[in-house]
Nanobody, 116 residues
Framework: QVQLVESGGGLVQAGGSLGLSCAASGSLFRLYAMGWYRQAPGNQRELVATITTGGRADYADSVKGRFTISRDNAKNTVYLQMNSLKPEDTAVYYC??????????WGQGTQVAVSS
């Protein structure tokens, strides 16, 4: 079993910055990637950014150049630094852990709200 605990988020004005973190615990021996997804009201959950244990990062086009994903493998923690935030970034942000032969696990979500 895997547990994900997210922190960060909140309310910020457009152009501001926020940081999210997600700490994973449990059976993580085959953990190979972690990432962030988001879901705005009325929309489907979408990819924001992912990063592998090897450090390869991928981003949604909408956040490239503004968001940075990073991880601390020793702490099994993934971070998302969000800069130049826009109102359209408003959503619930979810952490995801991908584990070989086990599947995917999700955090409880944390709200990010960007005011114009």
């Amino acid at each position: 079993q895997v547990q994900l605990v997210e922190s960060g988020g909140g309310l910020v004005q457009a152009g501001g910055s926020l940081g999210l973190s997600c700490a994973a615990s449990g059976s993580l021996f085959r953990l190979y990637a972690m990432g962030w997804y988001r879901q705005a009201p009325g929309n489907q959950r979408e990819l924001v950014a992912t990063i592998t244990t090897g450090g390869r990062a991928d981003y949604a086009d909408s956040v490239k150049g503004r968001f940075t994903i990073s991880r601390d493998n020793a702490k099994n923690t993934v971070y998302l630094q969000m800069n130049s935030l826009k109102p359209e970034d408003t959503a619930v942000y979810y952490c995801k852990a991908s584990i070989a032969a086990q599947g995917h696990y999700w955090g409880q979500g944390t709200q990010v709200a960007v005011s114009s």
